[in-house]
């Protein structure tokens, strides 16, 4: 399979070396060739990375490598094609847009991690299909690409003629995802453990932070954000939070539904685990204490309602996140 990668100005370095290490770690298990890796920038000169670093690439998007492996490809040069995740992304330009699109419609199978998912949403081909990006690019993608049907607690989606990696490093599963396809689970299975990687990742939710600061548009609902933040440990009433912020309970409701997509009481209990988030990641408290710190009472209910939003256990979610534990 010959695999072209789409350098562009700001994109992540590792998430070229990162995704094409893995893909050569594949062909030195396997034995044999199954990857062929080039890099490829617009008018085929050097890219400046995110981190300062400059990238040197195989040639520009008009260039075609060796001999095509099969008939099916033989007018594109490419059986696949991916896009890194980026930072401070430029915007695609309309001659990277229509060599998506055009190699798309040719029968490439076309990849995206992270913020390079913005590239496939913009070449057209994935209006009324599913997609998944950066947990945190999910409001932004929404507003930009409403007829996409984006899905950012998954962390990998597979459509068959493109695929879409979520988080920035979801490259390594889209990588592994990849040699399955292209060769055997047990293959890929050989490459995480040789890298080390974890290949169970299928969903973004134990990352994704549940609950956004202010920055609404709505004042009194970003002064109520801070006050449920401030109070988050109390029982909530909504008539004393509508009074801290000078409205009437009913105006406060409606208000607060249009700015968050949530209601008060569905506010608070994200807010609370999102602290009870912190105080694992940080601590070694009891996950009693813990619960008890964050204004619950009910233990069960509780671990109920953290296991809904971020698909772990507390355990679990300290087990994998406790950065700060002595080991």
């Known amino acids: 399979m010959r695999v072209t990668i789409l350098a562009y100005e700001g994109c992540v370095a590792s998430g070229i070396s990162g995704f094409s290490d893995t893909l050569a ?122 007829r996409v049907r984006l899905e950012p607690e998954q962390m990998l989606i597979d459509g068959g003629d493109y695929i879409c990696a979520g988080g920035l490093t979801a490259y390594f599963d889209l990588a592994l995802h990849l040699i399955v396809r292209v060769a055997s689970p047990e293959l890929a299975a050989s490459c995480a453990r040789t890298l080390l990687l974890d290949p169970g990742r299928t969903r973004q939710t134990p990352y994704m932070r549940l609950t956004g600061g202010c920055g609404t548009g709505d004042d009194a609902i970003d002064a109520a954000l801070v006050w449920l933040d401030d109070n988050h440990t109390r029982p909530l009433h909504v008539g004393e939070l509508a009074s801290a912020v000078h409205l009437g309970e009913r105006t406060l409701l409606r208000r607060f539904k249009k700015a968050t997509g949530r209601t008060p009481s569905g506010y608070l209990k994200a807010l609370r685990v999102e602290h009870a988030k912190r105080l694992l990641e940080s601590g070694s408290a009891s996950v009693d204490a813990i619960v008890a710190a964050v204004g619950y009472r009910d233990t069960p209910s509780f671990f109920k309602l953290f296991k809904e939003l971020t698909g772990l256990s507390p355990g679990g979610y300290r087990s994998r996140f406790g950065l700060f534990q002595r080991r």
């Open 25 to 146: 770690v594949a062909n030195h298990l396997a034995g044999n060739p199954l990857f062929a890796t080039r890099t490829v920038s617009q008018d085929g000169t050097a890219v400046r990375c995110f981190s300062g670093t400059t990238l040197a690439v195989d040639g520009d998007l008009d260039s075609t490598p060796g001999e095509p492996v099969d008939d099916a490809q033989a007018a594109t040069g490419h059986d696949i094609v991916y896009v890194p995740p980026g930072f401070k992304m430029r915007g695609l330009t309309q001659r990277q847009r229509d060599w998506i699109a055009r190699l798309h419609a040719s029968g490439t199978i076309v990849c995206a991690a992270c913020a390079g998912v913005f590239f496939l949403a913009e070449a057209g081909f994935l209006d009324g299909r599913p997609a998944t990006t950066h947990w945190g690019l999910a409001d932004e993608f929404t507003a930009r690409y409403p």
